[in-house]
């Protein structure tokens, strides 16, 4: 690929930053669910009634819903993310391998299928 100009430091430098930082979407994802959960638990509900069974709370309401509808979508597009970040860093390190090792075309293959989409195996996602 002629305009290449790779030093191996740098971009090493820089995939070990990448991933680090990537690997703490984790971290945030665990951290997001646990908040979303506790919002909904604490949002309480509407009813008629003096409570549930033994006058316990009812287990949700309006908002709990709201949150439970967003936090699916939030963690699909959170999963998404994550598989994006790695299979851009995968094949950072596919292309400069292949480039350093003197296979230019094999690095701008990588390169191409690290921009291809990312396959997600969500369950539930897209059955009917």
Do not use: C
């Not at 699909?76 to 596919?94: H, N």
Request: glycine share 14%.
């Amino acid at each position: 690929m002629p305009g290449w100009d790779l030093k191996p430091q740098g971009i090493s430098h820089v995939l070990k930053t990448t991933g680090d930082t990537a690997s703490d979407l984790e971290k945030y994802a665990k951290a997001f669910g646990k908040h979303l959960t506790s919002a909904a638990t604490s949002a309480g509900t509407i009813s008629a009634e003096g409570g549930g069974e033994g006058g316990e709370k009812p287990g949700g309401g309006l908002v709990a819903l709201a949150l439970s509808q967003y936090a699916e979508r939030a963690s699909k597009d959170l999963q998404y993310v994550a598989a994006r970040a790695g299979k851009s860093l995968q094949g950072a390190v596919d292309a400069t391998t292949a480039y350093l090792n003197g296979d230019q075309e094999m690095a701008a293959e990588a390169q191409r299928k690290a921009l291809a989409e990312p396959k997600l195996d969500m369950p539930g996602v897209g059955k009917s």
